[in-house]
Structures are given as C-alpha cells and as structure tokens.
C-alpha cells in the first residue's frame, strides 16, 4: 500500500456526460501526476501539480482539466466523455518537482464510456 | 505516444528461472524507472537507475543502462509465481519540466508454479 487513495474504484458513464475522479496524496506530498492507461498498453501522461498549480500537461485535448487542493489533494475532470476516455486513470504523488523523485501510485479508477 | 518500446510483449517461464525484459526508449534522459503492476492496477515502484549509471542492483532484481543504445533491461533472478505482472519502464527526460514518466508498453511476465 502506497498510501495514496483514488475514488471511485469504478464508473461507467455514458458518451457526452462528464466525470470527476478524485485522489488524495501519500501524507507529506506535494505534487500529483494523473496519467491514463489504456486496456493493453502503458500509461499515458496526462498533467501534473506542484503546490496546487498545473507543471506539464501531456497530449490532452482542454476537456480534461484538474485541481489540487490547499491539502494537496487532486480532482481530474474529464468533459463530453468519448468512447476511447475508457481507460485506468491512475494518480501518483511524490515530493517536489526533482526527476529523481519515486512517485507512489494509487491503486487507479477504472471508467467505462457508453 | 508512448517513448519507448518493451520486449517482449509477452514472457512465460518456470518458477526459479530468471526473466529478463528490455526496453529501449528515444530521447536523452535523467533517469529511467522500472514499475510493475498486477492485474491492471496501480503500479508499484521497482528501481530507479541515473543517466550516469550502468548497473543498479536490488534484492533479485538487476538493471542495466545503456544510453548510447538508448536501452535498459531488467533481470529477475530466481523468478516465484508471486512476480506475476505486467512491468514497465519509464523515463524521465533531460528537457521535461518536473518528474512526468514517459512509459513503455510493457511486459507481461508469467511465472508457471
């Protein structure tokens, strides 16, 4: 166990609606890292945030969005959900910005898009 | 897209053998990581091995890094059924703000009891 916490485990959405995923940090971490893992294949980045401002954003279109939280929590919101959205969302935290740092990963949320 | 390339995709062998997976990736980086993950959940961090180092060691498992081929591999020693897993590399890039991962596509390793 890592410590770090996704909510819900699993949702299935219908296409067009849109979709909160939550994740709460390993205590003492400051920066989360949201990344989608599609069926069969390794994860993708998606965005980053240190201190509750976004550092580095993959190839995502603008309908995925996120936040981090004053207790370094983080929400990704996903708009006008498309088929291929279903995937693992997983979220890592870890201590700073540093290359070297290990992220800790949740155990992920699994949305499936009708 | 993803950086890097896994191979093999698929390796099945007998509880006590050793695996070895390679992973090859494009640009320069700070670092490369291997994580493994069960069953499609979260991935738990193995070893980190630095741009300026060749060979890394931690209890059965040994990396090893080759930036001029742009290439790593993993070693798991006296494999158990329990290693089971799909694994990763990741890398770090050089230019890349903060501590983004750039994954490959990943090995599934299967360890026959």
């Known amino acids: 166990e890592t410590g770090v916490t996704q909510s819900p485990t699993h949702l299935i959405k219908t296409r067009g609606q849109q979709v909160t995923l939550r994740c709460s940090s390993q205590s003492g971490h400051n920066t989360v890292s949201w990344y989608q893992q599609a069926l069969g294949q390794g994860p993708q980045f998606i965005f980053q945030y240190y201190r509750e401002e976004e550092n580095g954003r993959g190839n995502f279109p603008p309908r995925f969005s996120g936040l981090q939280f004053p207790n370094y929590s983080s929400e990704l919101n996903v708009n006008a959900l498309e088929l291929d959205d279903s995937a693992l969302y997983l979220c890592a935290s870890s201590v700073g910005l540093a290359r070297r740092e290990t992220q800790y990963f949740g155990p992920g949320t699994r949305l499936l898009v009708l | 897209s993803q950086q890097g390339e896994e191979d093999p995709q698929a390796l099945s062998i007998q509880e006590g053998e050793n695996a070895t997976m390679n992973c090859s990736y494009k640009?320069?980086?700070?670092?490369l990581q291997w994580y493994r993950q069960n069953s499609g959940r979260g991935l738990v961090h193995l070893i980190l091995?630095?741009?300026?180092?060749r060979e890394k060691h931690s209890g059965r498992l040994r990396v090893t890094l080759d930036t001029s081929k742009k290439s790593s591999s993993l070693l798991i020693t006296a494999s158990r059924a329990a290693d089971t897993a799909s694994y990763f590399c990741a890398t770090v890039g050089v230019e890349t703000s903060g501590s983004r991962l750039t994954f490959g596509e990943g090995t599934q390793l299967t360890v026959n009891p």
């Open positions: 640009t320069s980086i700070n670092n």
């Open positions: 091995i630095r741009s300026n180092e």
